[in-house]
């Protein structure tokens, strides 16, 4: 649980964040949320920025959030997002009534408020595509795509589910996708596939390195929309050579505010091919646990 004063502490830390980029943060739009999962978080609960290069604004994630709680209802409860009768708002009740789960996050932006649950499997315990496909509020597109997710070995590497509430798509996660899939041909063909951007070559260096692997779908089409990988690393502020950033980012990722030892910094690069083209993510953790401190930067002291 957090008092009032970590709250406001927290508070000022994502808008110095903001400031960096000469970004507004609304108090309106992030206090009501850091107060409604305030009871719900653990010590040192995990939390993060994101911004990426093909948008403005800056979003930030809270996780660490029990198993058994509900982050979309409690945001409904909240008032923080209204309820719809889409399939969207029933997929996080699907998932938690059917699989075993680690625990759960929740995203906002600093401007627009509440969009995204993210829910976490056990990592000892991945999950199968083949499985979640059942669900009966899973996009079609799941599906739909099940041949390309087992054909290239993904099936029971599922990590994490992220659901986008304004935006009615959906994140699938894997973790420890193949070497093979990441190596630049298959990129290449993946990419031609799902009538996605030919990739850069910083985008063929960063899926080599990538331990995480991503798609986006929706309800409206069969097609994957998006595909991503990601990449832990500790320079946040040395993009990929090549990849023109706005100077404000690079100023974003050296001086934004955390809370661990700068031993310890961490973050994750993410790169994204779309329809149009290719994009950039970078994740910086603002907050991280202990046990996830010891497995990213075991050396550090």
Sequence with gaps: MAGTAELEALYSDIEKAAGLLDEPCSRDAVWPILTAYADALPPHAQMAYRVATNSAG???????????????????????????????????????????LDYHGVDFGVVDGFKKTWTFFPLNNLQKVTELADLPSMPRS??????????????????????????????????????????????????????????????LTLAQQATGYYTTLSWDSSKIERITFAVVVRDLDAFPAGVEVDPKIEKFAKDVPYTYGPATRKGIYGVTAAPRGEYYKLQSWYQMPPQMVQMLAPDAG
């Design 142 to 203: 799941l599906s739909e795509n099940l041949e390309f997710f087992t054909r290239n070995g993904l099936d029971g590497k599922t990590s994490l589910i992220g659901i986008d509430y304004p935006s009615r798509t959906l994140n699938i996660y894997f973790l420890g996708s193949p070497p093979e899939m990441r190596e630049p041909d298959a990129v290449r063909s993946m990419m031609r596939e799902h009538g996605l951007a030919e990739p850069s070559e910083q985008m």
């Design 58 to 100: 800056l979003d930030f994630r809270i996780a660490s959030l029990a198993p058994d709680l509900h982050p979309y209802a409690l945001a409904l409860a909240n008032g923080l997002t209204e309820k719809t009768d889409h399939p969207v708002g029933d997929l996080l009740s699907d998932i938690q009534d059917r699989f075993p």
